[in-house]
Every structure is written in structure tokens, then in C-alpha cells.
């Protein structure tokens, strides 16, 4: 069989770390003097922190200090869910499943290397995964797909045999910019959003070694 692979995000797909990254927004957001909503949060969900706090809080402020806030920020993120780790409901069967069918694993995030870290760990599953590429790796974040792309040359495995699992319309986008079969989970977005998607799931249980096969073969035909 030829190889095939799998490129995760992380949040939003194998840590449910919705709550988490706003709660750590919402600390920064205070400690710095700034107000931070809900909807600025989820219309942001998946870009870099990077990108977003100097698109929200930039002006004026030097490299340096935009880079201070977005070490503080993944910080705080990471104390909250080392205190209580979400694993998203299905992320270690599935990974389990994928390795034992032969497939190539890949971790494609905009976070930074030691919210992966944690977040494999966290999983217990680090072993599995052939490459993980952060956001620290790449210039341009989703949804430009360089991040999948690295996964993609990691893994050597070609992007039409590849699957990206996400679960932000930016993230699908990206995906299918890398010339891989998109695959969403709800939750982040609603399914509207993730129309673009080569397939929409609402839990990663819904998934499968089969079934991810056949939507890349059923992408790499067209």
C-alpha cells in the first residue's frame, strides 16, 4: 500500500483547549491593561498568538515587547492545562489506530514548541508521531499552508497522500492550499464554516484508518 499520513492540529483536535487559550487571553488581556472578548477570541482561534496580538495590541509597541507578551500568554496557557489535562474525547484511540494501521503521523500547529510538548505528553501517545512542526518553524500562518507543507517534507510522504485533521476554518483552508485532504471536526466552528472541508466530523470517534484512506484516495483522484 502506498504511505499515507496524518497531520494534526493540536487545539481544537487533540486538546480540547478552547476554554483554556481564552481564559489565558482574557489573564494577559488584564495583567496588560487591554480588554479582550469572546468574539475577537473566535474569529482568531488557530492563527499564531503572535499574529493576533500584534494585530490587536501592535501599534506602538516594539518586536520585543509584542514578543514578551506572546511568551506570557502561551504561559499562562500552558499552567492552565497542566493543573487539568483536556484530551479531546477519542484523540489516543484514534492515534492508536492510525500507527497500528501503518499510517505516518504528523503534528501541524501554530503553537509554539512547548504547548506540543505538553500536549503529547499530555496524551501520553509523543512515541507516535514521526514530526511535529510549531509555529515557530514557520513565516506564514495558516491558513497558508507552509506549516503542512514542512509536515508533508518531515514525513516524506507526498501531499496527496496526506490527511490534515482540523478543526478552524483557517486550518481547512490551509489544508487544502497544501493539496491534502481537509478533514474537520466541529466544535471550534460550526459546520458552515467549515464547508470547505473534504469531510466534516463531530468527533474524532467518527474516524477511522479505513476511512481516512478512503478520503484521501477519493481527494488524490480529483
Known sequence: MTQLAVIFDVDGVLVDS??????????????????????????????????????????????????????????????????DFPAMDGARELIAALKSAGFKLAVGSSGPPENIALALSGLGCREAFDATIHGMQVQRGKPDPQVFLLASQALNVPPERCAVVE???????????????????????????????????????????????DVIAHHADK
Request: glycine share 8%.
Open 18 to 83: 478552547y476554554a483554556a487559550h481564552f481564559e489565558s487571553w482574557l489573564a494577559l488581556a488584564k495583567e496588560s491593561g487591554f480588554e479582550f472578548t469572546e468574539p475577537q477570541f473566535a474569529v482568531s482561534f488557530g492563527r499564531t498568538s503572535r499574529d493576533i496580538i500584534a494585530q490587536l495590541w501592535g501599534e506602538g509597541r516594539s518586536d520585543e515587547e509584542l514578543a514578551r507578551m506572546d511568551a506570557r500568554k502561551e504561559a499562562l496557557y500552558r499552567e492552565i492545562i497542566a493543573r
Open 167 to 213: 478543526d478552524a476554518p483557517a486550518g481547512v483552508e490551509a489544508a487544502r492550499r497544501a493539496g491534502m485532504a481537509a478533514i474537520a471536526l466541529t466544535g471550534t466552528a460550526p459546520r458552515p464554516q467549515l464547508a470547505r472541508a473534504h469531510r466534516i466530523v463531530d468527533s474524532l470517534r467518527e474516524l477511522s484508518p479505513e476511512g481516512i484512506a
